[in-house]
Structure formats: C-alpha cells, structure tokens
C-alpha cells in the first residue's frame, strides 16, 4: 500500500474515531445510555490509537507499546481497587494525567531541533500552559479530595502573587514564541512557572468548589490536548480535546449556576472562610430513633430521599436502596432527588445509586423534582447538606443565598441521616436541622439504613 493510500486510510480511521467520541459523548449525557456511551468512545479511542501507530514514518514503537502496556496494567488494576467514595479523586488524577500529557508533548516539540512555523510554536507554548496548569492543579484537588489537604491555604496578597506567576507564564512563553530567547533553561523555567501557578490557582479553594474545579481542569485539559492535536497535525487528537474542552466548558457553567455562583467566584473568593455566617438560627435538632423514623415512612404515601456525600462515605448506597424496596412493597412511593453538585463531581450520586441498582426512572434532578416536595409524607436526607439549606432562600446574609436548593424542607415530614452536628463543606449551618417538621437520625449513614430496614421488616 502507498504512502498516500495510507495517509487516507489513517484520516479516515480518525474520522470514525471522532465520530465514535462524539455519539459516547451524547449517549453519556443520560444515565440510562451512559455505560453504552462509555463503549462506544472506547472504540473510539482504540480505533485512533490503531490508527496512529499506521501513521508513516511513525518510529519507536517498542518504546509506545511498552508504555502503553504499563499505563494499561496501572489503570486496570487501580480502576478494580478504586472505592467508589474515591472516585472523584480518581477522576482528577487521571484529568490531571491527561493535562500532564499534553504538556509533555508541548515539552518535547519545544526541545527539537528542528525550524517551525511562528503558529506551530504558539500553539505548542499554549497547549503547554493549559496542560501543565491542568496537570498540578488537578493533583493539589486530587490531594484536597484524598484528605491531605483538609484547609485551603490563604494568605494576604495572594491574588497579586498569583497574578506575578501568570504574568511570568505569559512572559516567558513570549520569549519562548519570539525566538529572541531560548535553550533549555528557559524552557524549565517557563514549565516550573506554568506548574506553579496551578498550584497557586488551587490551593485557596474550599472542597465545596471541586466539582466545579474538577470540571474546569477537565475542560482545560481538552484544550491543551486540542493544541497540541494542531502542533502534532493529529486529526483525533484536535477532535477529541475539541470536543471535551466544549463539554467540561459547558459543565463547568453548569455546576457555577447550580451554586449561584460565577467561576470568578468560585476561582477567587474565600467561599464559607468565616466558618458559618448568616446569622444565628434559632430552634433546636430533634433526634429521633430509627424505629421511629422507618414507621413515618412505611405508612407514608411518597418518600423522597436525598443522598449526599454522606452517603457515600458511608457506602450505604445498597443498603438504603434495600430499604426503599422494601417501601416500594409495601405500596410506599419512592423517589431520589439529585442535586448537580451533591457529592464531589459531577454525576457523583447519579453513579452509587446506579451501582446500587436504582433504576434510572426513580432518579431526578433538581428541577424535575422540586416541585414534588409539599406532596411528600417524608423527605429522607442522606448524608447532604449545603444543597438542602433553605438559607439559601430566605438569608440575604448567608454565603450561599442564592443557590438553587432541593426543596427538602417543604415536605410535610424531613428526617436526615448525618453523623454529627457539623456543618457542611461551604461551612454554613444548616437551617433545615432546626425547623420544627425535621428529625435528626445520627449515625454512620449504612449502620441506620440496616437499623432502618430491620425496624420496617418488625412491622
């Protein structure tokens, strides 16, 4: 076969490919399609990395496929030992990774030998930017989500020493594009400096942001990859960064308008620093015991139930779902509210209710659900709280008024699970535990949900 013959024979598999990613995409918007979706841009994926190693001239192919090999055995075997509650820090790893790459390939086009266009260095100095800051912003989240970080690190004039290292950035990767300056030098200086500023960027955010960070970084990394796709000319790689720098993009606007919040918000301000705020709110928490709890709802018409991060902590997801099938038999109405930035990434509680086998026509979203609450007998809240706060609509004073709530607290009856009395991650109390229709069930979230389900078998 002809060199020519091959070159569109390998732009054709890209085109399959990029065909691939985009319907994966789609069918991953809904989470009746969404494992459909996954396959099909796995396909994807393979049928472009088939495709480049037919590229021509293409050399060290022992060195790739060792990697490969390597990359494929690390990622299997941390995918089957992954817990879900530590999915979301999976996710930012890997986007980081993902970033990583992409400004590696920057790296290495920006230490050849060879002449190239003012464009194709411009591009490569950009892809590397974004990558690198995609890179070690998405490992401080990564740490932050693990628990290694448990406070964001403030301090005074740090917007203005975060403003110095990006402008160095810029400058840097200017002298970079001009020419005037070179050498390996500066080229590690200018990677130091992107990595940097990543770090810099990250460190004050509160865990109550990452969802929004962790969809930013994954917006980023699809436009570094999108860059580097040009300085490459690989047709999958522009497509694909192109495609996932537009979604993350469109998600990150997303998860800012579920808080109420613009990025610039979430990005630079001191989001629940004081610890609370909003005034004092008055009442107090009224326990209740499981036994108790389970007969509200068996003789109840409709419960909704609301997980949070607690939830997933607690890997209760199986065993609440236990219960609520137990409620469904006995002729209860049972519904799952979720809200978009409930857990730590998008599409996070979406992902144990699924695991545990809840079928997708019980679950809803905040808009869809809503409206529903004032019927409900009882709201059962799982481990949540900021996004069922009702001081976000009624305190002007509290940090998160504004944000769109599930509107627990207009069932007739409220019961949440929590294992203590703390605040949420924005850090602001919650006026929900104190409103006369609710009742507090401590403990571990899988420990109540088992007592919870033993009391609704006694009945």
């Not at 995609?134 to 917007?159: E, H």
């Not at 203005?160 to 970079?176: I, M, Q, Y």
């Not at 659900?369 to 996004?387: H, K, Q, T």
């Amino acid at each position: 076969m002809s060199g020519i013959d091959t070159q569109w024979l390998v732009k054709a598999a890209y085109f399959a490919a990029a065909f691939l990613f985009i319907v994966g995409l789609k069918r991953m918007s809904s989470p009746k399609t969404a494992r459909g979706g996954i396959l099909w841009a796995g396909v994807g994926m393979l049928v472009a990395t088939l495709a480049t190693f037919a590229t021509p001239q293409m050399e060290n192919f022992i060195l790739m496929l060792a990697a490969m090999g390597l990359a494929t055995a690390l990622a299997w075997w941390s995918g089957r030992r992954v817990a879900m509650t530590d999915m979301p820090q999976m996710v930012a790893l890997y986007n980081g990774m993902g970033g990583g790459a992409a400004a590696a390939i920057g790296a290495v086009e920006l230490l050849g030998d060879g002449e190239h266009a003012l464009a194709f260095i411009t591009l490569a100095v950009a892809g590397s930017i974004i990558g690198a800051v995609s890179f070690s912003g998405s490992l401080i989240a990564f740490a932050k989500l693990q628990g290694w970080m448990r406070k964001p690190l403030r301090f005074g004039g740090q917007q203005a020493v975060n403003l110095v290292v990006f402008l160095a950035t810029l400058a840097l990767g200017g002298l970079l594009i001009s020419g005037e300056a070179g050498g390996h030098d500066l080229i590690l200086l200018f990677f130091l400096a992107a990595l940097l500023f990543g770090v810099l960027m990250t460190l004050p955010i509160g865990g109550a942001d990452m969802p929004v960070v962790i969809s930013l970084y994954n917006a980023l990394t699809g436009l570094a990859v999108a860059f580097e796709g040009f300085v490459l000319d690989n047709a999958a790689m522009i497509i694909a960064g192109t495609v996932v720098g537009a979604a993350g993009t469109m998600l990150t606007q997303l998860m800012a308008r579920a808080m109420n919040r613009p990025l610039s918000n979430v990005l630079f301000s001191a989001f629940g620093e004081s610890g609370g705020g909003g005034g004092e709110i008055s009442g107090s928490m009224k326990p209740v015991d499981a036994a108790d709890a389970a007969v509200m709802m068996a003789y109840g018409e409709k419960v909704i139930v609301v997980p949070g991060y607690g939830l997933a902590v607690a890997q209760a997801q199986h065993r609440l779902w236990e219960f609520c099938q137990k409620l469904i038999e006995r002729g209860v109405k049972v519904k799952f509210a979720i809200h978009p930035v409930a857990g730590r990434m998008p599409g996070h509680m979406n992902v144990l209710l699924a695991e545990a086998g809840v079928p997708y026509e019980l679950i809803f979203d905040l808009d869809e659900i809503n409206n529903e609450f004032p019927s409900a007998d009882v709201a059962l809240v799982v481990g949540a709280n900021d996004v069922v706060n009702p001081m976000a609509r009624t305190n002007p004073e509290s940090p998160i008024y504004g944000m769109p709530i599930l509107d627990a607290d207009k069932a007739k009856n409220v019961v949440v699970i929590k294992r203590g009395q703390g605040t949420g991650f924005s850090g602001v109390e919650n006026a929900l535990f104190f409103n006369d229709n609710t009742r507090m069930l401590y403990g571990d979230a899988q420990d109540v949900a088992g007592k919870l389900l033993q009391a609704l078998k006694g009945l």
